[in-house]
Structures are given as C-alpha cells and as structure tokens.
C-alpha cells in the first residue's frame, strides 16, 4: 500500500502562458504553493537561502538498554544491530563556523503522519540531493520511529520482499522511505515498499518532483548465481530482488530496478554475492545522465557506472537499461605508478570530462588514495590525476569533547559542489571517521571544503581543505547539498541572488529588494520591488511578473529547459529591459504572439537587444521608451508593427 503524504496542503495556483515551459524547469512546485512551516517556538519557516548549504545532520536521541551502557559504546554491542536516529536538515553559510541559519527537525516534522528516521550509525546513509532543477532535496531513510533498533536490517512490507513467514513474523517489517523537501519546507514523504529489504538506502534524487530515482542495498540470502544481469529462475523472489539503482514515483509505494549490472566471477563471491554486484552507495544527475557509485569493496566491482537510457544516453526509465562502468579498482597512483585500491563514495561532475569523487578510504591498504579524488577523460580514458589531502588530517587521532575515544579522519563521504566563474571548483564534504567504537560508525565528524582549478592537471599546492563546520558528540553530519530553491506565495525582504548552479523558482514571491541572477530563473506571478541582473546566468524566464526597476541581462551562457527559450511574457518592466550578448544557444522570446498565447508586455523604458548570437523573437508589446536592436547574429525578428512604441523604433526592429 502506498502512503504518500504531503505535509503541507498544495493551492492550486492558474497558469496561462508557458506554464509548459516554466513547468519543464520548475516542475511540481509550479502547481503549488505551500504554508511554511512552524519551528521550535513557533516561529513561522522562513525558507532556504539560495547559495547556502543545507546539512543533514542525524541525533542519537536514545535507545535500547546494553551491558555495553549507552551513546556511544552501545554500539558496540554485538546484539545491537543499529538504533534509528533523528534527522535534522541544518542551513549554513559557507563561512567557517557561522551559526545555523535555519533548521529544520523532519522527523518531528513528519510525526505522526509517517515519521522518517535513518539509522545513526549506518555510515553509507544520509545522502541529501538537491533536485536538478534546484527545487527540492530528497532524503531517503526508513518509515520507523526514533531510538528503534534493527530498522536498518528489517525487510520491507512489499509482496515478496521478506523472508519471514507472514503466519508468523519475528521482526516486525519497516519500509524505506523518502522525503522531498521543498524551498519553503514543504516536506512530501513516499514510503517504499519494494525497495532495499533487509538492508540500507543510500540516497534518492529527483530531477523536477515527479519521479525518485534511488540507489542502496538488500539483504540476498536465498539467491542463485544470476544466469546474466538481473536474470534468475523462474518464479525467484525475496529481498535480493530489491536492491540497485531503481525509479519509483510520487504516490506510488512500488519501484522498478532500472538495470543490472553484472561483475565478473571471483575465487571469493559466492552466487549470493552476484545480487551485491548492484550494492550502490553514491547516486547523481549530470548532464541529463543518471550516474551511481560503489565502493562496498566486497563483492563486485567499485567505482563509477553510468546507468544508460536503454544502451544510450539519456535518464532511463523502465528495467534493462544497460550500466556501463566509467572506472573502478583499482586505480593507477599518478604519483607512484602503482596500482591503487579505492572505495568511491559521493562525485560531483565539474564538466562532462572532469568528475571529482569522494574515497572513504580505511582499507588499510598502504596504497589506497582516499581523500577527494581528480579523474579526467583522456583520449577516452578516465584518468586519476591526483588527489586532495592536505587540511584533513588523514589518520590523525582527534578527542572530541564529550566523546570517550579518539576518532581519525580517514577521507571522505558524501559531497556537494559548484563551479566558480574564475575556473575553479568548491567541493563541500562530509568526513569518514574510524575509532574504537564500531569502526567509527558513530564518530563525530566535520564538514569540509576545498577549491580546485579545473584545469589543473597536477595537485597544485595551494588546494588545501578547510573545516566549515563540525557535528559535535551525539550527532553525526551525512549529507550536503545546496539549498532548494523554490518561494512560492511569500515575501522575502531584501536582496535575493541566485548563485551560479542554482535554479530558482519564485510562484507569486514578493522580493523587497534586487535580484541577481547568477544561475537560471523561473518567476511566475512574482514582484521584484527592484533591478533584476542576470550576468553569466543560465536561463531568465519571467511570467505574468512585475519587476519595478531594470532587468539586465548579459552574455547569457544558455541552459534552457529541453522545451524551449528564455523568454519575458505578459509583465510589468518598470525600468528598462536590456539584453545583450547571449549566447547561441540562448533564445529569446519577448512578447511573442499566438500560438505561445502571450499578449504581449509592458516596458517603461527601452527595450535594448544588442550584440547577441542568440535569435530574438519581439512582439506585441507596449515600449514607452525607444525600442533599439543591432549587432545581432541572427538579425531579431517578430510580427510587423506589433509593437507600441512611445519613442523611436532603431535597427533590426525598425519594422517591428
């Protein structure tokens, strides 16, 4: 049975013009706007900061009683088999050691309607993803309660996914679950009930709120050696089929393992090992591409696989869709030659040739590189070439006020990052810790960030990691990611910027102040009380919008949604509108006619279209200003004499 549950209630809000193209990059939440939620106090939620981070932090609030006592050394009770802890999504500025700007508790949250928890000291969880369209960020966990033991092991409620009889169960069944969290705190939890039992989800992203793609892995007691990828016997069933990289979809409790991938024999795998070859840790969308990683050192092969659209590119969808490993175990050292073991855990693609992974390291092989590492397609071939340590402080014991033993850094988990404009990259990362206790499972660990050049192809010395943050005794970070964007019906008072990377979606948002437009903007309904710029940004689509002063828009470096342009329909510019230098692959429609049903907009000023490689489409709107275009490759075009204009009409739009 599926239990999707949406915390806050959705308005249906009327859409008109383009509502199929802002929808194509603002996805669900172009539908809805939602009531904030109330924290602790009872202060209202005041919504994530575009540009900020966004930690999932998981508290150990008590558990079950052990000869071993309590936090943290029941953990090292044989007996005890994980004790769910809370999660806390904590918002941070990238400045080292800045208090919390927000927090929001999601387990709290979603009691007692289906209460999300993860297990504490479960290392390979926690992942939190920011949608690709920067609306949501998505958290896979269990549909448990809090201080609960041996969730992480219990197998799911789906038919044929527990290997207890159902006359007589032992352990009661928990499934998975996912939160998608919305810019303003609107949290929708999905339960999944055919995913990952008897064993740990690792993450879930979504690219626009409609679907969940998911990566973890199961228990695969009673399974036989597969005849080829994902192929058994007739009539198999069990939790083993459960496991891998799989799609499943708002309002429904069942998902779909989108493929297999398929490792060759080892003197040391049995046939059950087989299922694990698809134990996936890392998961993330690049380029319109679904990509997983595995580092479980196990079973299978570790490293980086791209999960194709059937045998292309593509995100897939369905079953048999063919995974492809990019690089994997080992790895050559670039520095010594040698072969290096590695166990890859999160990744974030610079550019389609340039990844930068996170190795958890502690093989206790001498020759693993853990750390952040640097791989490069070279002549069609992913290339190490080299690896960020330095400010880690790799195997260097750390005591921890309120923790009895010392903990050692031993590389890294989870990650996030953003390409700079200067040519570099900052990547945020969680840390992997070991000690006494359970191998370090349940360590305190810290919050880390490093810059990079792109283009370097050897570690220059100046990359060194600084701390931003650190977790503190009886909490453990997990995850990071950037925070959603997406205001819906609220005001936020101030300037507003949206950073490079970053999509933003303002549905009917009042912002008492300037604009600025680094990544890619979708305003629908939306007031700007000042100057909108957008410089080196991705894409600006303005809908039934009033923006009192000037919108700007230079050299424009085009990411338009796959349905169409940028474009400026039926608004209000106060001030002038001026567009210059967009790029080729950045089209621009402004006011244009029938069939788009745009009636056109008003301009109180001018209207400047100049020295663009982009097509321009101007049409039916009202310009009390001069309305002046040249120098552009194609020359602007549009309806004759559609536009009203107060002043003169100059250049390419002489006619228009």
Same mark, same amino acid.
């Not at 008492?512 to 990544?519: E, F």
């Given at each position: ?413 989870? @990650? ?104 890619? @903007? ?135």
């Amino acid at each position: 049975m599926s239990n999707f549950v949406r915390l806050q209630g959705f308005n249906a809000r009327a859409r008109r013009p383009y509502s199929r193209l802002i929808a194509a990059l603002a996805g669900v939440a172009m539908l809805s706007t939602t009531a904030a939620p109330a924290l602790a106090g009872g202060s209202a939620f005041p919504g994530f900061m575009p540009g900020n981070l966004v930690v999932s932090r998981i508290q150990y609030d008590g558990g079950p009683s052990s000869t071993y006592g309590g936090y943290p050394t029941i953990f090292n009770d044989p007996s005890i088999s994980g004790i769910q802890g809370s999660i806390h999504l904590d918002e941070y500025t990238t400045t080292p050691f800045s208090p919390v700007v927000t927090s929001l508790d999601l387990t709290a949250l979603t009691v007692p309607n289906s209460p999300i928890t993860t297990s504490f000291s479960s290392k390979s969880e926690g992942a939190l993803e920011l949608s690709a369209n920067g609306e949501f960020l998505t958290y896979m966990g269990y549909q448990a309660a809090d201080e609960l033991e041996s969730v992480s092991n219990s197998y799911t409620t789906g038919a044929g996914t527990n290997l207890q009889s159902p006359d007589t169960p032992v352990f009661p069944a928990y499934d998975r679950e996912i939160a998608m969290i919305g810019g303003n705190g609107t949290v929708t939890l999905q339960n999944e009930s055919n995913a990952f039992s008897g064993d740990n989800p690792r993450a879930a992203t979504t690219v626009d709120g409609t679907q969940f793609y998911m990566a973890g892995n199961s228990d695969s007691t009673t399974y036989p050696k597969p005849t080829g990828p994902c192929t058994f016997k007739s009539g198999t069933t069990g939790p083993g089929l459960t496991i891998g990289v799989r799609i499943g979809a708002p309002g429904s409790s069942a998902s779909t393992q989108l493929g297999c991938y398929d490792a060759a024999d080892r003197p040391d795998e049995s046939n059950t090992k087989h299922v694990k070859d698809n134990n996936w840790r890392g998961l993330g969308i690049f380029n319109g591409n679904l990509y997983v990683s595995k580092g479980s050192g196990g079973n299978g092969d570790d490293g980086l696989f791209q999960v194709e659209n059937g045998t292309g590119a593509g995100l897939p969808t369905g079953t048999g869709n063919t995974i492809i490993k990019l690089f994997g175990d080992p790895a050559t050292d670039p520095i010594s030659g040698a072969a290096a073991p590695i166990t890859p855990f999160a990744f974030f693609f610079a550019n389609p040739t340039t990844v930068y992974v996170a190795d958890e390291g502690s093989s206790g092989n001498p020759a693993e590189v853990p750390g952040l590492q640097k791989w490069e397609l070279v002549s069609g071939t992913w290339t190490l070439l080299y690896t960020i340590q330095n400010g880690l402080d790799l195997g260097v014991a750390e005591n921890i006020t309120g923790y009895p033993v010392p903990t050692t850094t031993t590389g890294l988990r989870n @990650l996030t990052g953003i390409v700079n404009q200067d040519g570099t990259v900052t990547i945020y990362a969680i840390t992997a810790q070991s000690s006494s206790i359970s191998g370090g499972e349940p360590d305190p660990d810290r919050l880390v960030a490093v810059s990079d050049p792109i283009g370097a192809t050897t570690l220059p010395g100046s990359d060194t990691f600084i701390t931003l943050q650190e977790s503190g005794a009886g909490q453990v970070f997990r995850g990071v990611a950037f925070a959603p964007c997406g205001f819906g019906a609220t005001t936020v008072n101030g300037n507003l910027k949206i950073p490079a990377g970053g999509r933003c979606a303002l549905n009917g948002t009042t912002v008492n102040g300037n604009l600025t437009v680094d990544g890619a @903007l979708v305003a629908s309904g939306a007031t700007i009380r000042g100057n909108v710029q957008a410089q080196d940004a991705e894409f600006v689509a303005l809908n039934r919008t009033i923006v009192d002063g000037n919108l700007q828009v230079a050299r424009l470096q085009g990411n338009p949604p796959a349905s169409g342009e940028n474009f400026i329909c039926d608004s209000l510019i106060g001030g002038n509108l001026q567009i210059q230098q967009s790029s080729s692959d950045s089209p621009w429609d402004i006011g244009q006619a029938p069939p788009a049903f745009c009636l056109g907009n008003t301009i109180k000023g001018n209207l400047q279209f100049q020295n663009n490689d982009a097509q321009g489409l101007i049409s039916n709107n009202s310009i009390n200003g001069n309305l002046q275009c040249q120098n552009d490759t194609p020359p602007v075009t549009g309806i004759a004499g559609s536009n009203t204009v107060g002043g003169h009409k100059q250049g390419e739009c002489s006619g228009l």
